[in-house]
């Protein structure tokens, strides 16, 4: 199993562009979640998915939207790129609501300028 | 609401010596509470929760629910420990089950 995995690694983007942020996993998990990590603010929830065709905001959404059309991927998308969305995103996936392990990508490093 | 605390952004401590990360919580359900770990270069991983209470790489973490605390601890530091530590909280039940809300995050330094 490849686990979590995340493309790309590393973005650079002008203000008011758009991109993606490709999230998937293979181990048939339920719950996906979006993070992103800023120093000295920890890790922020984005959006979350418990299953495909479902998703909802987390705790710092505008800018961000997502859709889960299958199990595996869940894709973040940045519509109007903006230098305070510089920062590391990270996309995780719990086996269900139920499962208390959340299994972690390595992250995108984004930086907007 | 449900919120979690970590006091230090910063913690250094020599090789050998003891170690504790503090989390603090405030959440009026039963709450689980765990320890991610990132460590240079690696994904962030789950390092502890308050169920299972077992040790893991010699560190071990007590909820107590008096003072709303969850500190993990290490008796003796190992170079290898240096990393970032997260406290997070998940709710037991409701329509949030399944978030995680994260503290902010302690960087430990171990010096040789």
């Known amino acids: 199993n490849a686990g979590v995995t995340q493309t790309p690694k590393f973005q650079v983007l002008k203000t008011g562009q758009s991109m993606t942020l490709q999230c998937a996993q293979d181990m048939n998990h339920e719950y996906m979640s979006w993070y992103r990590q800023d120093p000295g603010m920890g890790l922020r929830l984005i959006h979350y998915s418990v299953g495909a065709g479902i998703t909802d905001q987390g705790e710092v959404p505008n800018g961000y939207n997502v859709s889960r059309s299958t199990t595996e991927d869940f894709p973040l998308r940045l519509l109007s790129a903006a230098p305070s969305q510089t920062s590391v995103y990270f996309c995780?996936?719990?086996?269900?609501?139920?499962?208390?392990?959340?299994?972690f990508g390595p992250g995108t490093r984004l930086t907007v300028t | 609401a449900q919120r979690v605390t970590q006091p230090e952004k910063l913690l250094s401590v020599f090789k050998g010596a003891p170690v504790e990360l503090k989390c603090n919580y405030s959440?009026?359900?039963?709450?689980?509470l765990f320890w991610y770990v990132q460590y240079s270069r690696q994904r962030l991983q789950l390092l502890l929760r308050?169920?299972s209470r077992e040790s893991i790489k010699g560190f071990t973490a007590d909820l107590n629910k008096g003072e709303t605390s969850f500190h993990l601890k290490k008796p003796f530091a190992q170079e290898e420990d240096s990393a970032m530590y997260y406290c997070?909280?998940?709710?037991?039940?409701?329509?949030?089950?399944?978030?995680?809300?994260f503290g902010r995050g302690t960087q430990l330094t171990v010096w040789p």
């Open positions: 308050h169920i």
């Open positions: 959440y009026s359900g039963s709450p689980e």
């Open positions: 995780a996936s719990t086996k269900d609501r139920a499962s208390y392990e959340q299994y």
């Open positions: 997070a909280l998940r709710k037991g039940r409701g329509s949030t089950l399944g978030r995680l809300y």
